[in-house]
């Protein structure tokens, strides 16, 4: 079947510009999770969705990030006021029931780029 | 300290070697623990998953986990070509839904 799905997969913006980052998950998988990734360093976790609500929202850096989930299916992450430090690989992953027995699967990411 | 260490690299092996990669996690209660391989510029891949004491064996590798160590290690028997990647270790946190990740371990094995 269809794997994790995002787009775009490479976003150039200007510093102070809004962007959005889209995220269609495996069909049937009610966890959704959104990471970080800079260069040379692992994924960082920034939110985590179970269902349509957010479970938890603890890695967002500030609150020019945003995330939505609204039909349970399909997430976008919303950052406004880009900023160049935002640059990096977004990933979006989901599983099967979000606790610890159930793998990630990741999406091939969205590269985002500050300029 | 982070929540999820490992020995740093880049590490080089000649193909047919032993690749050992190593982890460290600071969640005494950390339950579920997972291996990803990551090639440059694309996603991570599930390779490995553990979550009971001992070895588990898939094809040409092993990981290990030692709970009261908080250790856990990845073994690339035969090493090809082909497994020249990041490694980034991953553990769940104590509320179990959060993957906290390793910064990752290159290795390269040489023809």
Same mark, same amino acid.
């Given at each position: 079947g269809a794997g994790v799905s995002q787009t775009p997969s490479n976003k150039v913006t200007e510093k102070g510009k809004y962007v959005e980052l889209r995220c269609d998950p495996i069909s049937g998988h009610t966890a959704l999770y959104w990471y970080r990734q800079?260069?040379?360093q692992g994924p960082e976790f920034l939110i985590y969705f179970q269902g349509?609500?957010?479970?938890?929202d603890s890695g967002l850096p500030n609150d020019r990030f945003f995330a939505v989930r609204?039909?349970? *299916?399909?997430s976008t992450l919303k950052i406004q006021r880009t900023e160049r430090g935002d640059s990096a690989v977004y990933l979006c992953? *989901? *599983?099967k029931g979000g606790q610890g027995g159930s793998p990630l699967h990741f999406g091939n990411g969205t590269r985002l780029t500050v300029t | 300290q982070k929540e999820v260490e490992q020995n740093s690299g880049p590490l080089s092996v000649p193909e047919g070697a032993i690749a050992s990669l190593n982890c460290t996690y600071s969640d005494r209660v950390s339950q579920s623990f997972?291996? @990803?391989?990551? @090639?440059?510029?694309?996603s991570p891949e599930l390779i490995m998953s553990i979550y009971s004491n001992g070895d588990k064996e898939d094809g040409r590798f092993t990981a290990q986990l030692n709970k009261a160590s908080q250790y856990v290690s990845l073994l690339i028997r035969d090493s090809q070509p082909s497994d020249s990647a990041t490694y980034l270790c991953a553990a769940t946190q104590r509320n179990d839904y959060k993957l906290s990740f390793g910064a990752g371990t290159t290795v390269t094995v040489r023809a």
């Open positions: 800079s260069l040379g349509t609500g957010a479970a938890d609204p039909e349970g *299916s399909v992953a *989901s *599983s | 997972f291996w @990803y391989r990551q @090639y440059s510029g694309k």
